[in-house]
């Protein structure tokens, strides 16, 4: 299972919020006081379930990243690779933080806290991975732009989960493949910024980075970068996974509930109606399969697997959860199951490909309309030279007429290169307008023009749509503008709740889902031919 727990979810919302509250005790007052976190000795991400002999106490120890003294190669790249390797290298959308002291003590305790995940999750999530590269599964990654500290909540947390379990249901019934759902979630928190500098009436402050670097509060004492964030980012990560994993196996994400995870905003809805239409359909065959004697009981029917991905941007705090894993002898990065490589953070030279070559998580690479079909060969040479499939899914970002005409030469270099990738979908970031009231938007006709060119290019090429990676939310916002329940740009200041770039709302991201489950139901009837 990609996550465990032991905990069994009561479904009311009341005792949601009481269960919730002894699931994650976490004191917001005392996030940021090192003074009371006592340094947690950090167990390395060792997979239990392919050992059958206890490791010995001196094995499992994990070595820290401030402990690593001699590089350790983990590939063939020309250099040897170390966690702090990244160092010698330049460093872009790094905040500048006033006291380095302060920094290196709260770094220091992260590298004593515990994984917050598992090296062996991280490996079933590339094997996953690998299935969709061959188009025997696809990807479904979505979540917040930017996680928030005051946004932070069981019913948020729940819902968006949510959505993505009846997201794939619909992709899974329609495509008839199995869906792999990873959430932005649990770490999604910093964002890049275009300046580094914002002014408003004359006055210059650092830009808001995300909660984990400051705050979004116009004023120097919320914009200055403070390290003791990262210790709140990462209690609220792990209390966030927490939850996560006890949805994911402790029975509300068992398929006999199918139809009962619609929100309730979306009911009285078309795409409400074509879900409960779906779900009634499923819990049928689930009634045959039981009459014919067939057992619910099983794993499968009752639990789903899920992992958790943010984009790999404060290379600081990610070398700090860096470890060693006994089981292969490799390093994986346990802030996440999988991690990415941002537009602005993929240089071949710079210290996020650096930091991102030596460590074993399935790794994505975001792409614009903007990449060199060359130097994407040259960036997967260098981040996967044993050409291991799971390992580069290429997150696409490009508009849908730039997704017609570049993507094709960007397919075609990788398949001279013999390389093999999981080709993902991402429709949100090309198509980021600003509203005529100067809130920035994105229309729904326009991410799903995206979404079609994309699968309209794949199917020219003959290469595989693995997935999609969205930015949205099981909240009832007004972000995004369109979708059959018309949002319109009057609509989007009454629910315009992100601390960053504008997300799908549940019945905008539903759907979404039932258009691509069209495009795979038609995929895989061609296919059957």
Known sequence: MALSAQNSLLTNKSSLITQTHSLIRVNPSSLTLRSVIKPISAVHSADSSNSKTPIAPAAAASTSSASVATAVETNSAPKKWAVDSWKSKKALQLPEYPNQEDLDSVLKTLDDFPPIVFAGEARNLEERLGQAAMGNAFLLQGGDCAESFKEFNANNIRDTFRILLQMGAVLMFGG??????????AGQFAKPRSDPFEEQNGVKLPSYRGDNINGDAFDLKSRTPDPHRLIRAYCQSAATLNLLRAFATGGYAAMQRVTQWNLDFTEQSEQGDRYRELANRVDEALGFMQAAGLTMDHPVMRTTDFWTSHECLLLPYEQSLTRLDSTSGLYYDCSAHMVWAGERTRQLDGAHVEFLRGIANPLGIKVSDKM???????????????????????????????????????IRAIRRAGQIVTWVSDPMHGNTIKAPCGLKTRPFDSIRAEVRAFFDVHEQEGSHPGGVHLEM???????????????????????YHTHCDPRLNASQSLELAFIIAERLRKRRLGSQR
């Open 372 to 410: 060199d079909p060359n130097e994407l060969v040259k960036l997967i040479e260098i981040l996967n030279p044993q050409n291991k499939p799971g390992r580069i899914t290429i997150i696409t970002r490009m508009g849908a007429e730039n997704m017609r005409v570049k993507l094709p030469h960007l």
């Open 473 to 495: 939310t099981g909240q009832n916002v007004t972000e995004c503008i369109g979708g059959s329940r018309t949002v319109t740009f009057d609509d989007l200041s009454s629910r």
């Open 176 to 185: 008839q493949v199995p869906v792999i759902k990873v959430g932005r979630m």
